[in-house]
């Protein structure tokens, strides 16, 4: 058994505060994360970060899925800094998990300077965040 194995193997006996669902999500929003920095590389100057805006629920029905994925996204800065993607600075929201509150944080957050809106995996939330961002 490989090291790497017995060290699974080990974390599962000691009872993982983490689900299958909740890792599998936060590696999802890390690949959102990640999947809008390569169009932006050319175009960022090394001295302004890229301001990010983290549209989740971290309140109400979904919080507990929107805070897996802030883990997420928060662990994949310092991965995507060592695979010389530009700084990026998150700029968060919480819709909790109501579409009308999306609309008016993701406003929020354009106001503030986002230059990317990420998250807001409820579809409901999406469409209104989308709306948002293309007027």
Same mark, same amino acid.
């Given at each position: ?10 974390? $599962? ?13 936060? &590696? ?40 897996? =994925? ?18 990026? $600075? ?8 109501? &579409? ?7 406003? $929020? ?23 948002? =961002?293309?007027?």
């Amino acid at each position: 058994m490989t090291d790497n194995a017995k060290k699974i193997k080990s974390e $599962k006996k000691t009872g993982s505060t983490i689900s299958r669902r909740q890792f599998t999500t936060g &590696v999802a929003a890390a690949g959102a994360v990640a999947s809008v920095g390569p169009w932006y590389i050319k175009n960022a100057r090394a001295a302004d970060p890229l301001k990010v805006g983290v549209l989740l629920p971290r309140s109400g029905g979904q919080a507990q899925i929107g805070i897996d =994925c802030q883990r997420g996204a928060d662990a994949a800065l310092p991965i995507l800094k060592n695979l010389g993607y530009p700084e990026m $600075k998150f700029m968060l929201a919480d819709f909790e998990t109501k &579409v009308d509150i999306a609309r008016t944080q993701t406003a $929020k957050l354009i106001d503030e300077g986002a230059q990317i809106i990420v998250g807001a995996f409820d579809s409901g939330a999406t469409m209104a965040a989308a709306q948002v =961002c293309e007027q």
